[in-house]
């Protein structure tokens, strides 16, 4: 693999998360705490991958993409990677806790945190494929 294919392999990583998080919510709401437990280890582990993945390809390739993208379509993109941004910066801290919580079954507390986490993760996830999309497929 080339270090120019890995912002595709993260938007994959990106994608992925957000499947394994909706798969995850629903198992939970069917009571499955073990299909749960599962899908969101799956989302943790494909956003630490992909967290890994981007930190390697900012060092060291060092290319930040310019978005080509004009007027309306670029006030758009903006505010998608400034929100996407400032909520990816929180997503670990949040989704560590949430984790904890829910493997140490502290139910109660996990669910407190987990209606904070859950949108804001899927949120970052899913505006992470936007980016992409924008800056490498539509523009």
Do not use: E
Not at 63 to 86: C, D, Q
């Amino acid at each position: 693999m080339n270090l120019r294919d890995l912002p595709t392999l993260n938007a994959t990583l990106n994608f992925l998360s957000f499947i394994f998080l909706l798969i995850g919510y629903r198992c939970i709401r069917r009571k499955n705490v073990r299909c749960h437990r599962k899908m969101m280890l799956a989302a943790f582990t494909t956003s630490v991958l992909f967290l890994l993945s981007y930190l390697t390809y900012h060092f060291a390739v060092g290319v930040i993409t310019p978005f080509r993208g004009t007027g309306f379509w670029r006030i758009v993109y903006l505010g998608i990677l400034i929100s996407h941004s400032v909520l990816a910066a929180i997503v670990p801290f949040l989704a560590v806790v949430t984790l904890y919580r829910g493997l140490k079954m502290q139910v109660k507390r996990h669910r407190a945190i987990a209606r904070w986490t859950l949108p804001v993760w899927l949120y970052v996830s899913i505006t992470g494929v936007l980016v992409y999309l924008m800056l490498y497929v539509w523009f």
